[in-house]
């Protein structure tokens, strides 16, 4: 993955799991750069998704990279068990522990990348420590918990802020669409996370050329 190229990312909260492993290989064709996958515990965010099992069952029928999103309470108890499913970078939320620095140096330790992400209401003062260690910083434009929510403008703040300071990959995630994707890579964003204006459109070539084309 390079980062000066924007990098399309695909959230398989908005597949349809009865067919999952042929939605991946889908957009997989249509030209995605990595597969975005959500993990809830229903503490930390009030929703339930999927855990490693899942993450294995993905990780057989794609060989692109598997950015897993931990929207969980104490993730370094599951970097292991994530990582030996076949994630390849590691992302979690900066307000889910205060072992911050400890589940970076899991992850690292465990050969993968990290990943921190912040909630629309935390500042980027609390990431902008850990920013040298880190592989991706994932900006939450809606609240975490359940897709198709709407995009909140304001956190286009934060992106821009941490352009001028982050070399790396710098995410979005939250409401992301054709007009919405130009917003955020003006701001700085060079990887969009995008669940239904992928998953919910047909042609799903189109529509990843589409959010490409929003630069």
Do not use: W
């Amino acid at each position: 993955m390079k980062k000066n190229r924007l990098l399309i990312s695909p959230s398989i909260l908005s597949a349809d799991f009865s067919r999952l492993a042929d939605e991946i290989q889908e957009v997989e064709k249509a030209g995605c750069d990595m597969i975005h996958v959500d993990v809830m515990d229903g503490h930390f965010v009030p929703n339930l998704t999927i855990g490693p099992p899942v993450v294995k069952a993905i990780r057989k029928v794609t060989k692109i990279p598997l950015d897993v999103h931990l929207m969980i309470d104490e993730p370094i108890k599951y970097v292991e068990d994530f990582s030996k499913a076949g994630a390849d970078i590691i992302t979690f939320h900066v307000e889910a522990t205060d072992k911050v620095a400890e589940t970076i140096e899991a992850i690292k330790k465990a050969g993968k990348r990290a990943g921190l992400s912040v909630k629309p209401n935390t500042g980027t003062e609390a990431i902008e420590p850990y920013l040298p260690d880190l592989d991706l910083v994932l900006v939450m434009t809606v609240e975490p918990g359940f897709g198709g929510q709407s995009f909140m403008p304001g956190m286009m703040e934060k992106l821009k802020y941490l352009k001028t300071r982050f070399s790396k990959f710098l995410s979005v995630d939250g409401g992301i669409n054709a007009e919405t994707a130009s917003t955020a890579i003006e701001a700085g964003a060079n990887v969009l996370v995008a669940g239904t204006a992928i998953f919910a459109e047909k042609d799903r070539s189109r529509a990843i050329q589409i959010l490409r084309g929003a630069g």
